[in-house]
Structures are given as C-alpha cells and as structure tokens.
C-alpha cells in the first residue's frame, strides 16, 4: 500500500537483523522494508521488546528447534507491546490506537526487535492501562511458558504443592506468581539466596538456596509436591522422584534426551509420577489471562536491565550471562522517541 495510504506509517524501519549464525558480531542494526500485515493481521508500532534465552541460542546457532527458523535474513525477538496502527480487512476486536502485546509466532518470522511488526490477531491480547509497555513487552513467551506448563501440562489444581526452579529467572519469576494465582496451596523456589527476597515477594511460600541447600534433597523430608516445575533444565524426573506425591507431575522447558525418553515411558503409561515438556504456543486467549493478572495486581514482570534498540549487544549479553533477574527489555519507542511508560 502506497504511503499515502498509510497514515502515520513511515516506508522503511530499523530492525536488528540477524544475517547469519555466529558471535554477537553478526547481528546489524539496519533500516528495512515495514512489514505488510496480511487480512487477518495487526500492524503494531512496537514501544517494547523484550529478550528470551532463545533469542541468543538463536542468534549462536544452538536453538534446539533451528529447523523451524525462517530463512536468514530475519528479525530477532517474538515478545512485543506496543500499539496497533493498521489492521487486516478479516480483524474484528482491534482497532488503529489499542495499546496491545503478543508473542509473535514462529511462523510470522520473529521480527520484536525492530519499531514495527506485523501480529496475527489471535496472537494479540489488550494491554491494561495500568500495565507500562515494557511491563508488558516482558510477559508474552515467559508467561505463556509457565502457564501453559503449570495449568495444562502440570495439571496444577487448587490446593497442589508446587514447586518451581530457577524461580528468579524469566520464566521461573512468573511461575512462582501464577502458580499461586491458581491456588497452590504451597509455592516453594529454588533459587540462589541473593535472589530470595524479593522472590518471596512475589509468593512463594519458602525458598530454596541450591548452593547452600542441594536440591531436590533440602526437600526430602518435606510433604510430597504435586508439581515440579523445572524453568532451567537442571533436574529430572529420576533426581525428583523422591519429593513427589504418586500422581505428579515433573514438567520442564528444555528437551534434553534424557527428558524426551521420561516424556514418552510415561505418556504410555500416565498413571503415575510424569515427565513432561511444555513447547510454549503464542495463544491471545491465554495471554488475556495473564494480563488480567496483572491488572488485579496477582501477578507483575520483574525487569532487569533496559537498553534502546541499538544497545542490542548489552542486553543480548547480559541475558547470556544467566544471572538475570527476571526479564531484560527493549525500550524500542524511546529509540524513536515515544515514551514507553
């Protein structure tokens, strides 16, 4: 569409590309074509972008899923909020002006860490008004992560016993919180002692400092857990076996071997202790859920560090390092000076 036609909407836009897998040195901050939302998208303006481990495992070419990456060149980052300034002829329930966020799906080709991308509807859920851009930009991939993990692949009922590890992470900071939210009975997180505090602010009923307290032995003599909710990748269901009720569930995000082969010997045989991996689908519907969270104030992003659009390499690094409290995000409109709050 010619842009006259478009209001408001520039031809081009600066996006960090990524040309080619490698070190740091590969990405480029360029200017590019703004994407053309098809009938059933939003365009939105992003004002924030936040960053996910996958985002860098992507970028260094160790993404376990790399098969199903778009073809190079493309747009890092899937966590946007921001504000819709075009729509599809098919949308209904978005408007030019709603403030809204998403996670954009793998299969649009990423594109978050740039000043405009185009969103399925279905992906998008409203930003309440009492939520900041970067506040939202942070939830989508790690909030559907842990929710979808917790409520459908954990099956967490009211008056479970949870457990959650790597509790301070991005992921793990929102389990805690809607693990609760749910109705757990008892949100134990294990996390490093310097993180304890405002973790425990977050809910969770006991913390568990896994340099000085091994885990999961610090909880052996404890009541059974209904629910293991590994963030980080670090445990099994074989090293957890011991603190868990006949009927949990241990889930995680990372698909080692050895989880894979737990996965599949217990979906034949479900009645038991189970292992399960949550692949994490951008769903609007579930994100409204979150979202509605956070606006009754059950649940809030913890943000780290921010950094502009071209302070890429810092905050890419600084989620390399692990030692993230919560989430890193990109103040994207501040780049093109809009304020993201």
């Known amino acids: 569409m010619p842009d006259e036609e478009r209001p408001g909407v520039p031809s081009v836009m600066r996006g960090v590309l990524l040309p080619s897998f490698g070190d740091m040195g590969v990405l480029r901050l360029e200017e590019i074509a703004i994407p053309e939302p098809g009938p059933r998208d939003v365009l939105m303006r992003v004002h924030a972008a936040s960053v996910n481990p996958r985002d860098w495992m992507i970028r260094a070419g160790t993404y376990p899923f790399r098969r199903t990456l778009p073809s190079r060149p493309f747009i890092l980052g899937s966590d946007v909020a921001g504000v819709v300034v075009r729509t599809g002829s098919k949308v209904e329930g978005f408007l030019p002006g709603d403030e809204v966020l998403a996670m954009v799906p793998t299969s649009y080709g990423f594109g978050g860490y740039a000043e405009y991308v185009a969103v399925p509807a279905k992906a998008l859920a409203s930003k309440p008004s009492s939520v900041g851009f970067a506040a939202a930009a942070a939830l989508p991939l790690a909030g559907l992560t842990a929710l979808q993990a917790i409520r459908d692949r954990g099956r967490m009922r009211l008056g479970h016993r949870v457990v959650v590890v790597g509790a ?6 929102y389990g805690v919180q809607i693990a609760k939210a749910l109705g757990a009975s008892t949100v134990v997180a294990v996390c490093s002692q310097d993180n304890a505090s405002w973790v425990q602010d977050l809910g969770a009923d006991r913390i568990v400092d896994y340099r000085s307290q091994p885990f999961p032995a610090a909880l052996e003599d404890d009541e059974p857990f209904d629910l293991i909710f590994d963030s980080i990748g670090r445990h099994s269901l074989s090293t957890c ?24 010997r217990t979906s034949v045989w479900p009645w038991g202790r189970t292992a399960r991996i949550v692949l994490v689908a951008s769903r609007g519907r579930d994100l409204g859920q979150l979202t509605s969270w956070m606006e009754s104030g059950d649940l809030k992003s913890v943000i780290d560090h921010t950094a502009p659009l071209d302070g890429y390499a810092e905050l890419l690094g600084h989620s390399r390092s692990l030692r993230t409290r919560g989430k890193n995000v990109f103040l994207v409109a501040e780049f093109h000076g809009t304020r993201t709050e």
Do not use: C, E, F, Q
């Open 168 to 173: 301070s992470g991005g992921v793990g900071h």
């Open 241 to 264: 076996r011991k603190i868990m009720s006949p009927r949990a569930a241990y889930v995680t995000t990372v698909p080692t071997p050895r989880i894979l082969l737990d996965a599949v």
